[in-house]
T-cell receptor, first 112, second 113 residues
Framework: GAGVSQSPSNKVTEKGKDVELRCDPISGHTALYWYRQSLGQGLEFLIYFQGNSAPDKSGLPSDRFSAERTGGSVSTLTIQRTQQEDSAVYLCASSQTGGPLHFGNGTRLTVT | KQEVTQIPAALSVPEGENLVLNCSFTDSAIYNLQWFRQDPGKGLTSLLLIQSSQREQTSGRLNASLDKSSGRSTLYIAASQPGDSATYLC????????????FGKGTHLIIQP
């Protein structure tokens, strides 16, 4: 597609369940970022991929969060044993190194 | 460590006015600066990217300038419209990985009809 695609757009889950969020970056973009945004707040960096490797995982808030990227393209962010404080919009962005950053529309996660 | 500040945090102006949003950064060793808009409940939409060697970029009613030596960028919006209401963020890329990308907290803009 022409832009960054994220799925699902909305996810409601019960506390304690695992969720998987998907990001399809723009074709050819080597850099991929995951951010989290709570209501009315700024962007919170989670993880950065260059190709398939994750050189910077420093933003992951706990060991319940993990992410992978396969084939230098699709990335999945997995949250295990979700908690209510995980409720937020999860945003994915991709770029060619040093080029403009393009964001998806995000996945709105609600943990009940 | 790079710090990016956006002033004002919020701005409300009548329709038709020209306005300026400000972005300042502490480390002038940057590769580029990008302006985004974010509508409520949506992702960020890229507006303009200025490379470090450039002074300004224009797109329609938007003009972004960059003064690297003073650590400042401005986003000028001409003839504002209610549809311009959104949060505007600037992001500075200083190279390297995620550490090299720093966002401001944004300016929440309301254009009154």
């Amino acid at each position: 597609g022409a832009g960054v695609s994220q799925s699902p757009s909305n996810k409601v889950t019960e506390k304690g369940k695992d969720v998987e969020l998907r990001c399809d970056p723009i074709s050819g973009h080597t850099a991929l970022y995951w951010y989290r945004q709570s209501l009315g707040q700024g962007l919170e960096f989670l993880i950065y991929f260059q190709g398939n490797s994750a050189p910077d995982k420093s933003g992951l808030p706990s060991d319940r969060f993990s992410a992978e990227r396969t084939g230098g393209s699709v990335s999945t962010l997995t949250i295990q044993r979700t908690q209510q404080e995980d409720s937020a919009v999860y945003l994915c962005a991709s770029s060619q190194t040093g080029g403009p950053l393009h964001f998806g529309n995000g996945t709105r996660l609600t943990v009940t | 460590k790079q710090e990016v500040t956006q002033i004002p945090a919020a701005l409300s102006v009548p329709e038709g006015e020209n306005l300026v949003l400000n972005c300042s950064f502490t480390d002038s060793a940057i590769y580029n600066l990008q302006w985004f808009r974010q509508d409520p409940g949506k992702g960020l939409t890229s507006l303009l990217l200025i490379q470090s060697s450039q002074r300004e970029q224009t797109s329609g009613r938007l003009n972004a300038s960059l003064d690297k030596s003073s650590g400042r960028s401005t986003l000028y919006i001409a003839a504002s419209q209610p549809g311009d209401s959104a949060t505007y963020l600037c992001a500075v890329y200083s190279g390297g990985g995620a550490d090299g990308l720093t966002f401001g907290k944004g300016t929440h803009l309301i254009i009154q009809p």
